[in-house]
C-alpha cells in the first residue's frame, strides 16, 4: 500500500514553515548541519505529534498519570502511522533491569524451567517428579521384567495393632528383612512395612501392578518396590524425593523471577549483591599515615573526635601512625577497622552511623564509603535456592543467563527434549530461538543475559532496543531514530543498516536523524536540511531519492561531502608530545583483559574499537576514575587495574 506522511507548515523551534513528504514503507534519512533543524523535525514535530495522538486515545483517569503534549507548531499532518523513538543513548539507570529481562528472553526462560524442568534433590542428586502408578508400573515392566517383587508401604499411623491391620485386610508386614505373618503378633514393630502385594513383572500382570500401587498410594505417601534378591525401588506420592523425603513446591514462573518476593533470594532481595563498607573508599590513599588522614571519613571536622580516639588507640596497641597505611601488618590493619577497648573501629563507627540512616545526610555520608559486594547467600544468582535445583538440559536458569549469547543460541539447538516435552515448550522455545538470533544478528552475541542494562554502552543499548523491537514483529509503525550511528564503530553501522533494513521491510516506516555517509548512502528517501546552522537552517535543501542527489543539479554540503569534492583534510604533521607517557598496567574492568597500554602525554590521543570492546571501560571507569581520587580525593568507585604510572 503506497502513501505518505505529509507535514505542512512546520514551524517548531527554527523550522521555516516547511511542507515535508515522507513515503510509507521507505528508510528515510533526515540529514543536515548540526542545528540545522533536523531534529526539531523528526522528534519535536514528527514523534511529538505521534505522541501526543496516542495520549489523548487513553481514557481520561490514564492522561492523568502522563505528561501533557502540546500540539507541535505545524499547519497540518495527515497519513501518520503509530511512532516509535528509539534512542542512541542508554537511560536505564534501574539495577534490576538485565539484558534478559529487556529482550524478554530471560521470562521466556521463566516459562521454559516451570514448565519442562526436572527438579534435582541438593542432598542426593535424585531427580523428582511426580509419578503416577501407570508411570511406575511402565518403569518396572521396562527395566525388572521377569522378576519377583514385593509391594510395601510404610503404614502412615505408627500406633496401627495387628488386629487393624487384618480388619483392613493387610496379613503380612516385612520386618528387617523378614516376612512375618500378622496374626499371632501382640504388636506392629516399629519399622517395619505393610506387604501389599507378591507378583512377578510382566505384561499380564500389568493392571494388577497399576492397582496394587494405587491402593498402597492411598494408604501413605511412600511405596517400595522389592525386587527378590535385589534392590529395593522407592516412589513417593507428589514431588518428594523417595530416597532422603525432602518435599519440593511446583516449579511456577514467578519462582524464576528476581523481581517477585517468590522468587528472589531473601537476603539481597534480587540484586545479587549486598552494599557494605568497601576499605578502598576508606583508605582512598594507603600511601598516606593514620595522622596524616589514611581514613578519609574520619578527616571531616565533626569527626575530630573519632580521629584523636583512633590515634590514641593506635599508640596503646603499638601501631605506628606516622608510617604509610599500605606499610603496616595485616594484624595492625584488622585492629584499625575493628577497634578494640577506647575505639569501636572504622566498622563499629560505621554501624553507629547506621542506627541514624533515617537522616538524610547520614545516607549521603555512608553511600560515598560503600560498594557493592556478590550476596554469600545466593553468591550472585538473585534466586532462591529452590530455583537453583530446577535445571533444563543439566543447567540451572543462572548457568543460562551466564552465557554469551551465541553460546546460548548453541545450547537451544542442541537441546533435547522428550516428545512430551516439546509438545508444551514448542511456542516458547520458537521466541527464545527467534529473539536469541535478533541479538546476534545486532552484534551482541558476546553479551550475556545476567548483563546489567544499565552498564550496556549506547550503541549497545540501542541494538538491545532494536532487537525488542524485531521481536515484536509490529507492522504499520513509525519508526524514530536520532543519530543512531553515533559512537559506532564502521562494522556496527553495516549491521545497523540491516537491521533499519529488515524493520521497513515489515511495512514499517523508518525516519532517521543522521550524518553517517554509509547510512545515508543506504536509504531510500533523503532530507537535508539548511543551508546553515541555527536562524540559517530550518528549511529544506533537497528532498527525495537519494540517486537523484547524487546525479541531480542541487549543490548542497551532504552531495559536496558524499561525492568526495569538499572533505576534511588531514594534517601535514603530527605532535610529538612530551616524549613521557602514562602507562596503565593490569586493566581488568568489566571485560579489559588484563590489558597494558601507555598515553604519550601532550598528544591527541583517540580510543576506537567496536562497540563493547571496552573503550569506557578503560578510560573512564580506569583511568579518569584513577586520577581524579589521586589529584582531587574523589570517592568514587575506581575500575580494577594494576598500577598507573
Given amino acids: 500500500m503506497e502513501g505518505e506522511i505529509r507535514i505542512e507548515g512546520a514551524r517548531e523551534n527554527n523550522l521555516k514553515n516547511i511542507t515535508v513528504s515522507i513515503p510509507w514503507h521507505k528508510f528515510t534519512v533526515v540529514t543536515g548541519l548540526s542545528g540545522s533543524g533536523k531534529s526539531s523535525l523528526a522528534l519535536d514535530t514528527l514523534y511529538a505529534e505521534g505522541l501526543r495522538r496516542y495520549i489523548e486515545c487513553l481514557s481520561t483517569y490514564a492522561r492523568q498519570f502522563l505528561e501533557r503534549v502540546d500540539r507541535p507548531d505545524m499547519d497540518d499532518i495527515s497519513g501518520l502511522p503509530p511512532a516509535v523513538a528509539i534512542e542512541s543513548r542508554n537511560t536505564v539507570r534501574n539495577s534490576r533491569s538485565t539484558v534478559g529481562t529487556t529482550t524478554e528472553v530471560y521470562d521466556y526462560l521463566r516459562l521454559l524451567f516451570a514448565k519442562v524442568g526436572r527438579i534435582l534433590c541438593p542432598e542426593c542428586g535424585r531427580e523428582v517428579r511426580h509419578r503416577s502408578p501407570g508411570d511406575i508400573a511402565g518403569e518396572l515392566l521396562s527395566g525388572h521384567e521377569g522378576k519377583r517383587v514385593l509391594i510395601t508401604f510404610p503404614p502412615g499411623n505408627l500406633n496401627l495393632t495387628p488386629a487393624e491391620l487384618l480388619s483392613n485386610g493387610f496379613t503380612r508386614i516385612i520386618s528387617g528383612e523378614d516376612i512375618v505373618e500378622v496374626e499371632g503378633l501382640s504388636k506392629v514393630p516399629k519399622g517395619s512395612e505393610i506387604v501389599l502385594d507378591r507378583l512377578v513383572l510382566d505384561k499380564k500382570s500389568r493392571s494388577r501392578i497399576v492397582s496394587s500401587l494405587e491402593l498402597a498410594f492411598e494408604e501413605s505417601r511412600h511405596v517400595n518396590v522389592r525386587i527378590l534378591d535385589g534392590e529395593t525401588l522407592r516412589y513417593s506420592a507428589g514431588l518428594e524425593c523417595p530416597a532422603c523425603h525432602m518435599r519440593f513446591n511446583e516449579p511456577t514462573p514467578l519462582l524464576f523471577s528476581f523481581n517477585s518476593p517468590q522468587g528472589a533470594c531473601p537476603e539481597c532481595k534480587g540484586f545479587g549483591n549486598i552494599l557494605g563498607l568497601d576499605p578502598d573508599l576508606v583508605i582512598p590513599n594507603p600511601e598516606k599515615s593514620l595522622s596524616g588522614g589514611a581514613i578519609e571519613p574520619l578527616t571531616k571536622p565533626s569527626l575530630k573526635p573519632q580521629m584523636r580516639k583512633l590515634l590514641h588507640f593506635a599508640e596503646e596497641r603499638g601501631i605506628y601512625t606516622d608510617k604509610p597505611y599500605n606499610t603496616l601488618t595485616d594484624k595492625e590493619k584488622e585492629l584499625v577497622f575493628d577497634g578494640g577497648a577506647g575505639f569501636p573501629g572504622v566498622r563499629g563507627y560505621f554501624r553507629h552511623l547506621e542506627e541514624k540512616n533515617y537522616k538524610m545526610h547520614v545516607r549521603v555520608f555512608l553511600s560515598k564509603y560503600r560498594s557493592a559486594f556478590t550476596c554469600d547467600a545466593c553468591r550472585g544468582s538473585r534466586l532462591v535456592k529452590e530455583a537453583l535445583w530446577v535445571k533444563v538440559g543439566g543447567v540451572n536458569i543462572y548457568e543460562l543467563s551466564l552465557l554469551p549469547i551465541d553460546v546460548l543460541g548453541e545450547f537451544f ?180 583483559k588484563n590489558l597494558t597500554v601507555s598515553f604519550p602525554l601532550r598528544t591527541f590521543i583517540s580510543v576506537t574499537g567496536v562497540s563493547g570492546s571496552g573503550k569506557s571501560s578503560l578510560v573512564n571507569d580506569v583511568i579518569y576514575s584513577a586520577l581524579a581520587r589521586k589529584f582531587r580525593g574523589e570517592v568514587e568507585r575506581v575500575g580494577k587495574y594494576g598500577d598507573i604510572k
Fill in 413 to 592: 539447538e542442541e537441546l533435547i527434549l522428550s516428545e512430551y516435552e516439546k509438545k508444551i515448550a514448542h511456542e516458547i522455545m520458537k521466541q527464545i530461538k527467534s529473539r536469541i538470533d535478533f541479538l546476534i544478528k545486532v552484534g551482541l552475541e558476546y553479551l550475556t543475559l545476567a548483563r546489567l542494562s544499565k552498564t550496556l554502552s549506547g550503541g549497545e543499548a540501542q541494538r538491545v532496543n532494536l532487537a525488542c523491537q524485531l521481536g515484536a514483529t509490529l507492522t504499520e509503525t513509525l519508526y524514530i531514530m536520532d543519530e543512531p550511528s553515533i559512537g559506532l564503530h564502521p562494522r556496527d553501522v553495516d549491521r545497523l543498516v540491516s537491521l533499519i533494513k529488515e524493520l521497513r521491510d515489515r511495512d514499517n516506516t523508518v525516519v532517521v536523524v543522521e550524518h553517517d555517509f554509509e547510512m545515508k548512502k543506504s536509504a531510500d528517501n533523503i532530507i537535508e536540511l539548511g543551508p546553515l546552522a541555527g536562524e540559517r537552517g530550518g528549511d529544506i535543501v533537497y528532498q527525495g531519492e537519494v540517486k537523484n542527489l547524487l546525479n541531480g543539479s542541487v549543490d548542497s554540503l551532504t552531495k559536496r561531502y558524499i561525492t568526495g569534492r569538499s572533505k576534511i583534510e588531514q594534517p601535514l604533521k603530527r605532535r610529538k608530545g612530551s616524549g613521557k607517557s602514562l602507562t596503565v598496567t593490569g586493566a581488568i574492568e568489566n571485560n579489559l
